[in-house]
């Protein structure tokens, strides 16, 4: 059905039926109006008895500029315009817009090529996609989380992953178990040390870091020792130099360290997969595989830093693809039950070892962008599925414990 947002009183309405509607979590009702005005923006949005919905909210950064948000703009826009295909809204908005009744959020409007503001009722599931993790720390972004677990409103996606939270869950888990590297926790210098005893080229990672930022490689095979970042090369004539030098650095903040795998390589260059993932129907399931190749020595793949795209096709034959869709599968379930939250996306990097072996090298909860236009479209379809399907669940829930409050 059609309903309308009146720009000028900032409320909705339709003219369908005189029969009454509600909308969002609160069960906010749309007044029947006989007649539509120009102030009123129209929206297709899928009916059911007398409540329509869901409606999807997706948590975005703050702007100085209280007309504008920070994130993902062309993702969100794509996003949003897949949802309102499939016969659903979806607002974006920012902490600073909630209320105790309703959000004062955007949409972004196709006839008017730009977002608009709209006042609506609470949305029935959040999308996290605050952009940075930083961010999403502060005491403003946690008090709104706070709100949506208060009102009993899910949250997809709630924060960002820490690499050792990540690494400690799949660790748990036989099936991944024997594909993640080598790994320690870096507590002080005596577990690099160790590391190093048995890996002479290790990585460190910062477990916040991300796009290639925080990862140090050092390469002890021979004098001098070698310590390279995304940015500098650093050298040291002794082990206790290295050391020392690395402890200033890992002692800021949390790191874990991992063995050097020998990757398999496209002519002579490494490569790495990235590997895009979305809970469908009943299991986790790969809505596409990017390759990224880098200079054989290079610390990252990561297109940022130097790395390069070639088409899937490419690599594909040298691909277990029934080991990837088991792997993704196990590491999807293994981290919605870890969290115990809803995990609906993630993407996976990893390589196929010149043995053969497959070995993960991290799980991003909020996927980057892929370049790859296929992909792309084939992660928004997958998604806005997801969100509409969750979306109806906690809207029967909403109506459910309303229809039972009056009943008692």
Not at 30 to 52: C, E, G, Q, W
Not at 227 to 244: D, G, M, W
Request: with cysteine; charged share 25%.
């Amino acid at each position: 059905m059609k309903v309308y947002f009146d720009t000028k009183t900032k409320k909705w309405f339709q003219h369908e039926t005189e029969h009454p509607f509600t909308f969002g979590k609160n069960l906010q009702p749309i007044t029947y109006k006989r007649s539509i005005s120009d102030t009123m923006l129209p929206f297709s949005i899928s009916a059911s008895s007398n409540h329509v919905g869901p409606l999807i909210g997706i948590i975005v950064g703050e702007s100085k500029n209280q007309n504008n948000f920070k994130g993902n703009g062309k993702k969100l826009r794509k996003i949003q315009l897949q949802l309102a295909k499939k016969g659903h809204i979806c607002v974006v908005f920012t902490p600073s817009s909630i209320s105790s009744t309703h959000l004062n959020g955007f949409v972004y409007v196709e006839d008017y090529k730009k977002w608009l503001r709209v006042t609506t009722p609470l949305p029935d599931i959040v999308y996290n996609r605050i952009p940075f993790r930083s961010m999403e720390k502060r005491k403003l972004y946690q008090e709104a989380f706070e709100f949506f677990k208060k009102n009993n409103i899910p949250c997809f996606n709630p924060y960002f992953f820490s690499k050792k939270q990540v690494y400690e869950l799949l660790a748990k888990n036989p099936l991944i178990e024997q594909h993640l590297p080598a790994t320690s926790i870096y507590t002080n210098k005596n577990d690099l040390l160790r590391m190093l005893s048995n890996f002479p080229i290790l990585y460190a990672k910062s477990s916040s870091g991300h796009k290639g930022n925080g990862i140090y490689k050092i390469n002890c095979l021979n004098q001098p020792f070698v310590v390279q970042t995304t940015k500098n090369t650093f050298h040291f004539s002794s082990l206790k130099k290295l050391v020392e030098f690395l402890d200033t650095h890992f002692l800021q903040e949390e790191f874990i360290i991992q063995e050097a795998i020998k990757p398999d390589n496209y002519f002579g260059k490494r490569y790495d997969l990235r590997v895009l993932v979305h809970y469908v129907r009943d299991c986790y399931r790969i809505s596409g595989i990017g390759v990224r190749v880098s200079e054989y020595e290079d610390i990252t793949t990561h297109v940022p830093n130097g790395g390069f795209i070639i088409p899937y096709s490419e690599i594909q034959e040298k691909i277990d693809e029934s080991l990837l869709h088991e792997l993704m599968n196990n590491i999807g379930s293994t981290l919605h039950q870890g969290f115990n939250q809803l995990i609906g996306e993630f993407s996976v990097d990893l390589c196929k070892a010149r043995n053969g072996k497959y070995y993960l090298f991290e799980v991003n909860s909020k996927p980057m962008k892929f370049d790859e236009r296929i992909i792309e479209d084939s992660g928004i379809d997958n998604l806005t599925d997801l969100l509409i399907m969750w979306g109806r669940m906690n809207m029967q829930n909403h109506v459910d414990n309303k229809n039972l409050m009056v009943n008692k």
